[in-house]
T-cell receptor
Framework: DSGVTQTPKHLITATGQRVTLRCSPRSGDLSVYWYQQSLDQGLQFLIQYYNGEERAKGNILERFSAQQFPDLHSELNLSSLELGDSALYFC?????????????FGPGTRLTVL | DQQVKQNSPSLSVQEGRISILNCDYTNSMFDYFLWYKKYPAEGPTFLISISSIKDKNEDGRFTVFLNKSAKHLSLHIVPSQPGDSAVYFCAAKARYGGSQGNLIFGKGTKLSVKP
């Protein structure tokens, strides 16, 4: 158990809909990262937050947005969903925002768009 | 354009023998490399890392080797155990680049260790 929790574990929805994925980092960790793992793909970095502020952006679509709240939990919002958005979404956290800080991953949320 | 490549989707090894997982990268800005292990229905778990100032890092049964000139790293597991059966991801980052801290992952190699 990494200490990072993600809800829900599974999510099934229809095209065009909007969903919110939630992540609670390890106690004391200030950084949260979101990754997407599509079929046959490695994990793709989406976005990083550090202590409530956006720190870095990766291959995140404009239909996707995220935020980190004062209690440090984070939410990833996916809107106007398409079939291709079906994937595993992982959240990770680290103690700080340094490049050498180890990232600890949650168990993931499996999103299925029908 | 894949910056981190794991060309072997799968590897099968006998228990007690050595497992060697390979990874190639193309971005010369990468200076920190990591291996993660992933079991089904779980998130990736950090295994071992190496900085570009080293060419070898060892932690118990796990050793990572880095060949900067070839832009190649490998993970050696000796001896291999059935519990090592998992998907192994190679990852890299450029600590001082514009995307500081962003991990770039390979697609993974599925290791099966047979008893």
């Amino acid at each position: 158990d990494s200490g990072v929790t993600q809800t829900p574990k599974h999510l099934i929805t229809a095209t065009g809909q909007r969903v919110t994925l939630r992540c609670s980092p390890r106690s004391g960790d200030l950084s949260v990262y979101w990754y997407q793992q599509s079929l046959d793909q490695g994990l793709q970095f989406l976005i990083q937050y550090y202590n409530g502020e956006e720190r870095a952006k990766g291959n995140i679509l404009e239909r996707f947005s995220a935020q980190q709240f004062p209690d440090l939990h984070s939410e990833l919002n996916l809107s106007s969903l398409e079939l291709g958005d079906s994937a595993l979404y992982f959240c990770a956290s680290s103690v700080g925002g340094r490049a050498t800080d180890t990232q600890y991953f949650g168990p993931g949320t499996r999103l299925t768009v029908l | 354009d894949q910056q981190v490549k794991q060309n072997s989707p799968s590897l099968s090894v006998q228990e007690g023998r050595i497992s060697i997982l390979n990874c190639d990268y193309t971005n010369s800005m990468f200076d920190y490399f990591l291996w993660y292990k992933k079991y089904p229905a779980e998130g990736p778990t950090f295994l071992i890392s190496i900085s570009s100032i080293k060419d070898k890092n060892e932690d118990g049964r796990f050793t990572v080797f880095l060949n900067k000139s070839a832009k190649h790293l490998s993970l050696h597991i000796v001896p291999s155990q059935p519990g090592d059966s998992a998907v192994y991801f190679c990852a890299a980052k450029a600590r001082y680049g514009g995307s500081q801290g962003n991990l770039i992952f390979g697609k993974g190699t599925k290791l099966s260790v047979k008893p």
